[in-house]
């Protein structure tokens, strides 16, 4: 039922996004997501009689040739304002677009193909990665779920953990870690969810993302995390920043602050740098974090970008860097790593009983990638996450999922463990192929060579076109 069910779903969605826009398309989707979960979860019959409008009811109007809009409103208004804002109903108003006439028949197809999606999660997924692609190029873009999995797994959340996710889009690392400890432990999660980011709009879509799956969070109102310094540490932070962002801070930012002591600000015309020195600064004393950044944040040979990582590395918080495939986002060719920071690299409970300080590990992971079927897009392949994990899990003396142990090796052209000393020598360079490189090994070993540097050149071509809109821009503020 649900693979003939959810293209048409798909199809509608994207007419819905083209007569308003695709947040609010989506914000009316993850709505009657949530009211379709809703009715499952509480049948009528258990109780009582319903006070407001009910999922039952909307499927029966989808059906005559009344007006929708309106009463499909209504009832979001409804239900999602108690459920997101107990202490304010009236807000709901504001997350609910007004849904005009010419909507009316997209709204009635919606509602009747949503009643028979068998797996309305996935239809769930699929709206946030449909309005993820629509808003990418803006910097708004949200971590696939393969990505959102393995970050989660490599950062190992446990139950009763603080976890922030300082840039947070729709939520969907937060969900993955209340998905996570969830699995691990068989028991509701009590973790403390806190999430942050910069436009409204987005916080919307992460309010009624956790809402549709009953996760509580503190998502706070929209406020721009490289401002100030967090107020407080957490046990694990993940995040998925925008890549190579041109620009952070309205204001110039001040010399004197904690999140990088005795050290210049982190450039002005390189966020991520910025976002490195504030997820480390948010760590508590035995704080991990996981998080993406573009292959410049390891191999940056200005000054200021080469301090940065030689700080990060002479406190020991660098555990590991993981190269991953080109081309996981549906918007950039850009390749980027996977960064996994660490403020205590002793062996304790839970982590790992192998001391690895003064000790980093590098893991190329270049090629763990396959097409998604019937697309241009490229994901991580399970086999290659799974390998990423066990190396980690070895390398840390952690037990594997099964509770078994693995001993680690280095292993030419996959992983290689190195001394501070070592990176030291090489400018405190951060990228896994330095240390861990491919061998040659035949024709095979050729041509992923060449598709390698195939997309290390496209995503050269987006850098000199970034740049080019730099010195656009600095020229006409002459």
Same mark, same amino acid.
């Given at each position: ?9 798909? +199809? ?10 695709? +947040? ?26 319903? &006070? ?5 009811? !909307? ?7 009344? +007006? #929708? ?55 769930? =997924? ?8 629509? /808003? ?11 990505? @959102?999995? !393995? ?30 400890? *969830? &699995? ?25 993302? #956790?809402?549709? $799956?009953? %996760? ?6 929209? %406020? ?34 904690? $999140? ?16 490195? !020195?504030?997820?480390?600064?948010? #760590?508590?004393? /035995? ?25 990060? %590395?002479? &406190? ?16 950039? $060719? ?14 304790? $409970? ?10 980093? !590990?590098?893991?190329?992971?270049? *090629? ?8 241009? +897009? ?5 086999? @290659? ?43 405190? @360079? ?16 050729? #041509? ?7 997309? =290390?050149?496209? @995503? ?19």
């Amino acid at each position: 039922m649900e693979d003939l069910v959810s293209p048409r779903v798909r +199809q509608l969605v994207r007419r819905l996004a083209s007569r308003l826009n695709s +947040q609010d398309a989506c914000r009316v989707v993850i709505g009657l997501v949530y009211l379709r979960i809703r009715a499952q979860a509480q049948p009528l019959e258990s109780l009582g009689r319903p &006070e407001g409008p009910t999922w039952p009811w !909307l499927v029966e109007l989808a059906k005559t040739t009344q +007006q #929708l809009g309106p009463h499909v409103r209504k009832a979001l208004i409804h239900w999602l304002s108690p459920a997101l804002m107990p202490a304010d109903a009236e807000a709901g108003r504001d997350l609910v677009p007004r849904l005009p006439a010419t909507v009316d028949e997209d709204l009635r197809g919606l509602v009747r193909a949503i009643d028979k999606v068998d797996r309305v999660g996935d239809l769930l =997924e699929q709206c946030l990665g449909d309005l993820s692609d629509s /808003q990418a190029k803006g910097g708004h873009y949200f971590t696939p779920r393969d990505l @959102g999995t !393995l970050m989660v797994a490599a950062a190992a959340p446990q139950d009763r953990h603080q976890v922030l996710d300082p840039v947070c889009g729709s939520a969907g690392l937060l969900v993955e870690a209340d998905r996570y400890v *969830r &699995e691990q432990t068989g028991l509701q999660p009590s973790l403390g969810l806190t999430g942050r980011d910069l436009h409204a709009g987005t916080l919307q879509i992460a309010q009624l993302n #956790l809402a549709v $799956r009953g %996760i509580q969070a503190d998502l706070g109102t929209p %406020i721009d995390s490289l401002a100030q310094p967090s107020s407080r540490t957490y046990d694990i932070v993940l995040a998925n920043p925008p890549f190579n962002d041109p620009s952070w801070g309205s204001e110039a930012p001040a010399l004197e602050d904690p $999140r990088w002591p005795g050290m210049p600000p982190p450039p002005r015309d390189r966020a991520g740098f910025a976002w490195m !020195l504030h997820i480390a600064h948010a #760590l508590a004393p /035995q704080g991990r974090a996981v998080f993406l950044m573009a292959d410049g944040a390891a191999t940056g040979v200005r000054p200021a970008e080469q301090a940065i990582r030689q700080h990060l %590395i002479r &406190e020991d918080l660098v555990e590991a860097v993981v190269a991953l495939p080109p081309g996981l986002f549906s918007h950039t $060719r850009i390749s980027c790593c996977l960064w996994v920071l660490n403020r205590d690299k002793s062996p304790h $409970r839970g982590w790992g009983d192998i001391d690895r300080r003064g000790r980093v !590990l590098f893991i190329n992971a270049r *090629r763990a990638k396959e097409r998604v079927p019937d697309t241009r +897009q490229w994901r991580l392949t399970t086999d @290659g996450a799974g390998r990423v994990l066990r190396t980690l899990a070895a390398w840390r003396g952690a037990a594997l999922a099964d509770g078994a142990h693995s001993h680690y090796e280095d292993e030419p052209g996959w992983c290689r463990s190195r001394e501070a000393e070592d990176i030291a020598q090489l400018d405190y @360079g951060l990228l896994p192929l330095a240390y861990a490189s491919e061998q040659a090994d035949g024709d095979d070993s050729e #041509l992923w060579r060449i598709d390698d540097l195939k997309q =290390e050149f496209y @995503g050269k071509l987006e850098e000199a076109h970034q740049l080019d809109l730099d010195l656009r821009r600095m020229l006409d503020a002459l």
